[in-house]
C-alpha cells in the first residue's frame, strides 16, 4: 500500500540514515538511485518517481539532502509524498533545519521518530506536538517514563489535555499571496489570490471555536446582504476543522491545536489588478551600453502603503558598474 | 553535545573495544557503547558479531537504550536467527511492561523481526495486544497482523487473528479502526483462501461504519479507509448517493492525499448514478475547485495530480473545461510539471479556447527548454488537427515559428505540418514553398521522413520534386530505414504521377531498395512496388495513390476498459504511470483473485446492471470504434502512424528482431501497412474479406490496415477450420487392482468458464460400491472440488460416468510436480489415493485476452532471458485453425504477421491465480515453433505439454 523502507542521502547519493518498514525491497537498492537519478537528468527526463526494475524510488530534495522512499507495490503515491514533505517539516521542527549535519547530529532521535511517524509502510502520528510530548531530546529513566499521550489516539489528536494559560489569547493573521501570468503585451492572462488564515492560540483546556466569514455562499443562504461576500473558489483546513459540520452549513467550528497553525488557505479566482505595475523599457546603445528606464506604478488604494517591494530586473550575466 | 561523535571511531580492534563496552558493569557506559554501535549500523559497517552482547543490554530499564537494540535486533536477527531466539523471552515480557509504550513497542518490533522460530512466540503476546486496554497498543497491534500475514497467511487464519481484526473495526477509537482498515487492505490484497478473502470483503454495513469514522481519524486514517471504500461496489443508486455525500466533505481537507482518495471514491460511485441528474451534476461540480487546488502544493504532489487530472479529463471532460488557464505553465514549474500541463492543455482546448491556447504554445516555442519547445510545438498540430476552424491560424502560428529558424523548431513543425496535411489535405499547399526551403536544414529522421511524405503527397504541385527526391537519394544508404522506406514510396508516387520523366529516378530507388538494402521490410516493399509497377500500373495507381482514410483528432486517449481500471486506482502508481497495477506489480501480488486488475470489469458490469438506461459501457467503446478512424495511439509514435509513414522506434530493426522472436507489434503494424492504406482499398476492390475472428477487434491503436491484412492472410491460407474445440483423452488414473476393484478414469475439462473433472468409475469388484467421496489434496493452484461427488451406488461390473465441477480457491501449496495433483477417493470399502496431472490449458481464463499494447509492453518487460523456445514438431493446421483451436481452450491470440512464408502468432493466456504467460507460435512451412515468455518460468512445461496437447489432438 505505501512505502517498503525510508532513506535520507546526502547530496551524493550516500545514506546518511534509512528505515526498513517491511523488508519486501533490498536495503542496497539505493545504490542504483543516484546514478539513475544523474541519467535522467541527463536525458531532460527527470520525474519525482523513478522506476528501477521492480522497484519504484519515489523522493523529493530538501536542501542537500534526497529523501528517499521505495515500493514495489501499487502504493498510493500521492499518500507518498505528503508523508515524505510531512516528515521533513517534522525534522525541521526538531532540528530547525533539515540537512546533512542535523541528521548525523540526531541520529538515534531520528530512528525513535522513524519508528514513531510510520509502521509498515503506514503513516501513523506525524503532528510534532504530539511526537514532542514522548520523543524528547533528553532520554528518559523507566520511573518517570513516558506514557503514549492520549491525543496519539483521541478523536482530538492534535491537542493535549489540561494545557493552562492564565491570560487566554487567540492572534488571526491573514495573509494573501497575489499570483498573476502577464504576457509580454501585459495582458493579465490569469490572476488568483492564495490565502492563509494562520492562528495563534494561547487557551486552556479544550475550547471550541467558530470562525465567521464573509462567505458568498453563507450569506446568501441566511439572506444576509451580498454587497461584502466574497466568493472562496477553494477552502483547505486544518484536520482540526470540522469538515462535515462546514458542508452542511458553512460554519467553521474546530478545538485548535495550542500555538501557532495554518487554520485554512482559500483561493479566489477574479480578477485582481496587479497591485504594483512594473514598465520597462530597454534600450542598446553602442559601447555595450545598456540603459533600463523602469517605471513602477503602485494601483492600491491611496491609503495604503507598501513596505519592503523589491523589484527584480534581471539584466545580461557579465554586466557590470550600474550607474543609477 | 551531539550524536556525531558516534561515528569518529574508525580505529582498528574497535569492534573487540566495543564488546567490552557493551559488557561493562556501568549503565552509561554501555548505553554510550550501544549508540555506537547503532552508528556504525547507519554508516554500514558490520556490526552483527555484537549480537549476543547487545541483546544482553536488551533488558535495560531506559526506553531510549531499549529502543536502540530493538533496532539492532530488526537489522540483525535475520542473519542469527538461532541467536535471536534468546530475545524472545524480553518480547514477551515487554509486551506486559506495565507502560503502553514499551507493549507497543515491543509488539510493533516482534513483527518486524522476519524469522519463523521467532514468529512462533509471537502468537500468545500480539494476541493479548489485540485486545489491551490502551489504544496505542491496539493500533500497533492491528498493523502487527498485516506484518504477521506477510511471513506466514495460514498462521494468521489459524490463529484466528482475522476475526480479531475484524472485532477492532468497530473499536472506540478513531485511530485504531485506521489502521485495522489499513491492515484489511493489506491482508486482502495477497489472501491465500477463500476463507480469508471472504472475511475480507467489504460489506454495506461495514463501509457505512467506516464514512462514520471518517470524521473522526487523522489524515493518514482517512486515506486509509477511503481507498478501502473504493475497493467497495454499493449494490443501489441511493447508497451510491448517499456515500458521495459523505465523502464530498473530504475534497476540503488540507492533505493532498486525502483529496485524491476522495476523488477516487466518488469518480468510481459517479459510474453508478444516472448520468446528467443534478447530483451528478452538483457532484462533478465540487470537484473542479478541489483538484485546482492541488496545482498550488509541493511540485512532487503536482505532478502525482496532474496525471491523475490527465486521467480525470478523459473520464470526465465536464469537470475541468473552464479552468483550463489554470494549466498554463509557469515560469519556475519543473519540467516534468511543464510536459503534463502541456498535455491537459490540449485535451481542454476546444473551439472556444482556442486563442488563448495558442497564444500560450507559441510562446512556449520560444522557451529555452528542447524538449518541453518540440512539444509546444507539436501540441499546436494537435490544436490544428482537433479544432478546425483554428487550422489556418495553427498552420499561420507554425509558419512563423519555421521563420525563427531555430532548427529543432522547424523540424518539429514540419512534422506537425504533416499531419494538418494529413487531416486537411489540399488546403494549405501554399505553405509547401516555404517548407522546401528548409530541406537542407532538417537532420533528424522523423522530419527528413515528413518533409519526403510531404514532397511525394504532392509531387504535383512541386515543379522540382524530382530534383529534390534526389537529393535525398543520394545519402539513401545512411539514412535511417523510416526515411528509406519513404523515400521509396515517394519516389513511386511521384513517378505515378509524372511517369514521363523520373523512369529512372524509379529504376535508381527500387535497384537501391531491392538489392543494396539488408532490411527485409525495405526489400519486400521495393518488390512490392516493382511487381506492381511492372505487371499493373493502373492497380498500383490505385493502391498507391489511393485516398487516406482521414486521421481523427482523439489523439491518444486510453482504452476506456483500461482508463475505467486506473480511475479506481487514482492517487496511486499505476494512476501516474497509466498502465494497470498488474502490468508493473511482481507476479506475486498479481496472482492473487481478489486482485486490483478485475476491479475494472466490475465496475463497467456494474455501471450497466444499475442504468440499463445508460446507452454507453465504457468496456463497448472498443469495439463501437469504427475501423475507419485511425485513431492515433501514443504520442511517441503520434506521428509515425497517422500517415503511412514508417517510423515508430521498431520500424529500423524489425527485420532483423523477427528472426530473433522479439515480437515488436509496433514494427508488425509497420510490416501491415507496408503500403498504407492502398491495400484497404484493394481489398474493397477483391471481395469481400473473412470475417474477423472475434478476439481481433480492432485495437485502438493498430490501425485497419493491420486486420485487413490479417485477414487477407488468413484468407489466403486456409479456409477456417470447421474444429471447435478440443477434448482431451481420457486418462487412466486409478487402476482396478490398486482400487480393490474400482477403476477410475479421468480427464480435466474447461466448458464455458467452469472447470470440470470427468471421472468415469467403473466397478471391477464382486460387491456393490457405494459412499463415494473425493477430496483433494492441497495443490499449486487452490484446485478443490466444488460440490461434493455425486456417483449412485455401482453393482459390480457397472461403469459410471459423473461431471465433477471445480473451483480454484481452495489452499494453495506449490506441487511438485507444478501441475500434480493428489486425490482421495473413498468407498465403502477404502479410501485410495492417485495422482493425476491436470493439463494446464484447462486452468486458462476467459480472461486472458489482452490489448496489442498492453501485450507488446508486457512482452518487454519480461527479461529475455526468461525466455523459453521449444520446437512442437510439424502439423498440416493453418494458423487460422490453430488460432481458433487455441482460442477454444482460452489461448488469446492477440496479433499474427506474415514474414517470408513464416506465420507468427503473438498469444496470450492467463492463469486462474492471474500468472501472465505470453507466446509466440511460429508457424514456418508446418513447423511450429513456440516461444514462452511468463515471469513465472514453472510453468512454461506445462504450457509446451498442453500446446503439444492440443496441436496433435485434431491433426
Not at chain 2, 172 to 200: D, K, Y
Amino acid at each position: 500500500m505505501s512505502a517498503s523502507a525510508i532513506y535520507f542521502l546526502d547530496i551524493k547519493g550516500k545514506v546518511l540514515i534509512s528505515r526498513n518498514y517491511r523488508g519486501d525491497v533490498p536495503m542496497s537498492v539505493i545504490e542504483k538511485f543516484m546514478p539513475l537519478l544523474m541519467e535522467r537528468e541527463e536525458d531532460g527526463t527527470l520525474q519525482p518517481i523513478l522506476p528501477c526494475e521492480e522497484v519504484y524510488f519515489l523522493y523529493i530534495k530538501h536542501s542537500n539532502v534526497y529523501i528517499v522512499a521505495t515500493t514495489r507495490k501499487n502504493a498510493n503515491a500521492s499518500l507518498v509524498f505528503t508523508f515524505l514533505h510531512k516528515v521533513a517539516s517534522i525534522f525541521i521542527e526538531y532540528f530547525k533545519d533539515l540537512e546533512e549535519e542535523s541528521i548525523r547530529d540526531n541520529f538515534v532521535i531520528i530512528y525513535e521518530l522513524l519508528d514513531e511517524v510510520m509502521d509498515f509502510g503506514f503513516p501513523q502520528t506525524t503532528d510534532t506536538r504530539i511526537l514532542q510530548e514522548y520523543i524528547t531530546q533528553e532520554c528518559h529513566k523507566l520511573e518517570v517514563a513516558p506514557k503514549p499521550p492520549p491525543a496519539i489516539t483521541n478523536q482530538v489528536s492534535w491537542r493535549p489535555d489540561g494545557i493552562k494559560y492564565r491570560k487566554n489569547e487567540v492572534f488571526l493573521d491573514v495573509i494573501e499571496n497575489v499570483n498573476l501570468l502577464v504576457s509580454a503585451s501585459g495582458n493579465v492572462l490569469q490572476s488568483e489570490i492564495n490565502g492563509f488564515i494562520n492562528l495563534r492560540t494561547y487557551l486552556s483546556g479544550m475550547p471550541e471555536l467558530q470562525l465567521g466569514l464573509n462567505d458568498k455562499v453563507l450569506f446568501e443562504s441566511t439572506g444576509r446582504g451580498r454587497n461584502k461576500s466574497v466568493e472562496l473558489e477553494d477552502v483547505k483546513f486544518h484536520q482540526c476543522v470540522r469538515l462535515s459540520r462546514f458542508e452542511s452549513d458553512r460554519t467553521i467550528s474546530f478545538v485548535p491545536p495550542d500555538g501557532e497553525f495554518e487554520l485554512m488557505s482559500y483561493r479566489l479566482n477574479t480578477h485582481v489588478k496587479p497591485l504594483i505595475w512594473v514598465e520597462s523599457v530597454v534600450e542598446r546603445h553602442a559601447h555595450s551600453r545598456v540603459e533600463y528606464m523602469v517605471k513602477a506604478k503602485s494601483q492600491f488604494k491611496r491609503r495604503s502603503t507598501a513596505n519592503n517591494v523589491d523589484i527584480i530586473v534581471p539584466v545580461p550575466q557579465d554586466v557590470d558598474s550600474p550607474k543609477f | 553535545m551531539t550524536d556525531s561523535k558516534y561515528f569518529t571511531t574508525t580505529r582498528k580492534g574497535e569492534i573487540f573495544e566495543l564488546k567490552a563496552e557493551l559488557n561493562s558493569d556501568r549503565k552509561d557506559k554501555r548505553k554510550e557503547a550501544v549508540k555506537k554501535v547503532i552508528a556504525s549500523m547507519t554508516v554500514g559497517k558490520d556490526v552483527s558479531t555484537l549480537f549476543p552482547d547487545v541483546v544482553n543490554c536488551m533488558q535495560a530499564d531506559n526506553l531510549e537504550l531499549k529502543k536502540l537494540v530493538y533496532l539492532y535486533l530488526m537489522n540483525y536477527a535475520k542473519t542469527q536467527p538461532d541467536k535471536a531466539i534468546m530475545a524472545v523471552n524480553t518480547f514477551v515480557r515487554d509486551c506486559e511492561d506495565p507502560n503502553p509504550l514499551i507493549r507497543a513497542l515491543a509488539v510493533r518490533t516482534i513483527g518486524c523481526i522476519r524469522v519463523d522460530e521467532i514468529t512462533a512466540y509471537l502468537c500468545d503476546p500480539l494476541r493479548k495486544c489485540l485486545k489491551d486496554e490502551d489504544p496505542y497498543v491496539r493500533k500497533t497491534a492491528a498493523v502487527c497482523v498485516a506484518k504477521l500475514h506477510d511471513i506466514d497467511p495460514l498462521l494468521v487464519e489459524e490463529q484466528g487473528f482475522l476475526d480479531m481484526l475484524k472485532d477492532l473495526l468497530a473499536d472506540s477509537n478513531p485511530m485504531v479502526v485506521a489502521n485495522a482498515v489499513a491492515a484489511m487492505t493489506e491482508i486482502g490484497e495477497s489472501a491465500q483462501t477463500e476463507a480469508a478473502a471472504r472475511m475480507l470483503t467489504w460489506s454495506g454495513h461495514l463501509v457505512n461504519k467506516l464514512l462514520t469514522a471518517l470524521n473522526e481519524c487523522t489524515e493518514w486514517g482517512q486515506v486509509f479507509i477511503l481507498d478501502a471504500v473504493a475497493n467497495y461496489t454499493p449494490s443501489e443508486e441511493n447508497e451510491a448517493q448517499s456515500m458521495i455525500e459523505r465523502v464530498c466533505p473530504r475534497l476540503a481537507h488540507a492533505n493532498a492525499a486525502v483529496v485524491l482518495s476522495a476523488v477516487k471514491v466518488i469518480m468510481k460511485l459517479l459510474e453508478l448514478l444516472t448520468p446528467g441528474s443534478d447530483f451528478v451534476q452538483s457532484t462533478v461540480k465540487k470537484l473542479s475547485a478541489p483538484l485546482v487546488t492541488l496545482l498550488s502544493s509541493e511540485h512532487e504532489i503536482q505532478y502525482v495530480a496532474l496525471r491523475n487530472i490527465n486521467l480525470i479529463v478523459q473520464k470526465r471532460p465536464e469537470i475541468l473545461k473552464h479552468e483550463l488557464k489554470v494549466f498554463f505553465v509557469k515560469y519556475n514549474d519543473p519540467i516534468y510539471v511543464k510536459l503534463e500541463k502541456l498535455d491537459i492543455l490540449i485535451r481542454l482546448t476546444s473551439a472556444a479556447n482556442i486563442a488563448n491556447v495558442l497564444a500560450e504554445l507559441k510562446e512556449y516555442a520560444t522557451e529555452v527548454d528542447v524538449d518541453f519547445v518540440r512539444k509546444a510545438v507539436r501540441a499546436i498540430g494537435r490544436c490544428a488537427i482537433k479544432v478546425e476552424s483554428a487550422a489556418e491560424r495553427c498552420v499561420s502560428t507554425l509558419l512563423d515559428l519555421i521563420q525563427t529558424k531555430v532548427n529543432y523548431v522547424v523540424q518539429e513543425a514540419i512534422v506537425v505540418i504533416k499531419d494538418i496535411f494529413r487531416k486537411y489535405p489540399n488546403k494549405y499547399e501554399s505553405v509547401i514553398g516555404t517548407l522546401c526551403e528548409n530541406l537542407d536544414t532538417l537532420d533528424e529522421p522523423e522530419a527528413r521522413a515528413s518533409m519526403i511524405w510531404i514532397i511525394g503527397e504532392y509531387a504535383e504541385r512541386i515543379d522540382n520534386a524530382d530534383e529534390l527526391l534526389e537529393s535525398f537519394l543520394d545519402g539513401f544508404a545512411d539514412e535511417q530505414t523510416s526515411v528509406q522506406l519513404q523515400l521509396l514510396t515517394a519516389v513511386v508516387k511521384l513517378f505515378l504521377k509524372r511517369p514521363t520523366d523520373t523512369q529512372e529516378l524509379v529504376q535508381r530507388v527500387l535497384s537501391l531498395a531491392t538489392q543494396e538494402a539488408d532490411n527485409p521490410d525495405l526489400r519486400d516493399r521495393g518488390y512490392i512496388y516493382w511487381r506492381l509497377l511492372s505487371t499493373d500500373p493502373a492497380a498500383a495507381k490505385q493502391v498507391v495513390l489511393a485516398e487516406k482514410p482521414l486521421i481523427s483528432e482523439e489523439t491518444d486517449l486510453l482504452e476506456p476498459s483500461l482508463l475505467g481500471e486506473l480511475v479506481c486506482h487514482i492517487g496511486s502508481l499505476a494512476s501516474v504511470y497509466h498502465r494497470p497495477p498488474s502490468a508493473f506489480v511482481d507476479g506475486r501480488v498479481a496472482a492473487q483473485r481478489k486482485g486490483l486488475p478485475s476491479r475494472a470489469p466490475t465496475l463497467a458490469e456494474a455501471t450497466g446492471a444499475a442504468d440499463a438506461g445508460a446507452e454507453v459501457v465504457p468496456t463497448d467503446n472498443a469495439q463501437n470504434a469504427k475501423p475507419a478512424v485511425s485513431v492515433i495511439p501514443t504520442q511517441d509514435s503520434l506521428i509515425g502512424d497517422l500517415l503511412d509513414i514508417d517510423m515508430s522506434g521498431g520500424g529500423g530493426g524489425s527485420g532483423i528482431t523477427q528472426q530473433s522472436a522479439a515480437p515488436a507489434v509496433p514494427s508488425q503494424s509497420n510490416a501491415m501497412d507496408l503500403l498504407g492504406d492502398g491495400l484497404d482499398s484493394l481489398l474493397g476492390l477483391g471481395g469481400p474479406a473473412p470475417q474477423q475472428p472475434p478476439q481481433q477487434q480492432p485495437a485502438v491503436g493498430g490501425g485497419s490496415g493491420v486486420d485487413a491484412l490479417a485477414d487477407i492472410f488468413g484468407g489466403l491460407s486456409a479456409t477456417p477450420s470447421a474444429q471447435a474445440g478440443f477434448t482431451p483423452q481420457l486418462e487412466s488414473w486409478l487402476p482396478a487392482q490398486r482400487g480393490k476393484g474400482m477403476q477410475i478414469d479421468g480427464r480435466f475439462l474447461r466448458r464455458g468458464a467452469q472447470l470440470q473433472m470427468e471421472l468415469q468409475v467403473r466397478n471391477n469388484a464382486m460387491q456393490q460400491l457405494s459412499g463415494f467421496a473425493i477430496q483433494f489434496n492441497k495443490n499449486s493452484f487452490g484446485l478443490a472440488p466444488a460440490q461434493p461427488l455425486s456417483l449412485n451406488p455401482l453393482a459390480p461390473m457397472q461403469t459410471a460416468t459423473t461431471l465433477l465441477p471445480l473451483h480454484t480457491k481452495g489452499q494453495v501449496q506449490k506441487m511438485e510436480p507444478l501441475l500434480n495433483l493428489q486425490v482421495a477417493v473413498k468407498n465403502n470399502i477404502d479410501v485410495f489415493y492417485f495422482s493425476c496431472l491436470v493439463p494446464i490449458h484447462v486452468l486458462f481464463t476467459e480472461e486472458g485476452g489482452m490489448d496489442k499494447r498492453v501485450f507488446l509492453s508486457t512482452w518487454k518487460d519480461i527479461p529475455a532471458d526468461s525466455e523459453s523456445q521449444t520446437s512442437l514438431g510439424s502439423y498440416s493446421h493453418s494458423p487460422d485453425s490453430v488460432s481458433n483451436l487455441l482460442q477454444s481452450c482460452n489461448v488469446f491470440t492477440i496479433a499474427r504477421r506474415s514474414v517470408d512464408g513464416i506465420e507468427m502468432l503473438y498469444q496470450s493466456m492467463k492463469l486462474c491465480n492471474g500468472i501472465l504467460v505470453l507466446a509466440e507460435l511460429k508457424i514456418s512451412g508446418g513447423a511450429f515453433t513456440l516461444s514462452l515468455k511468463s515471469r513465472h518460468a514453472e510453468v512454461y512445461s506445462g504450457v509446451q505439454e498442453s500446446y503439444l496437447k492440443i496441436l496433435k489432438s485434431s491433426n
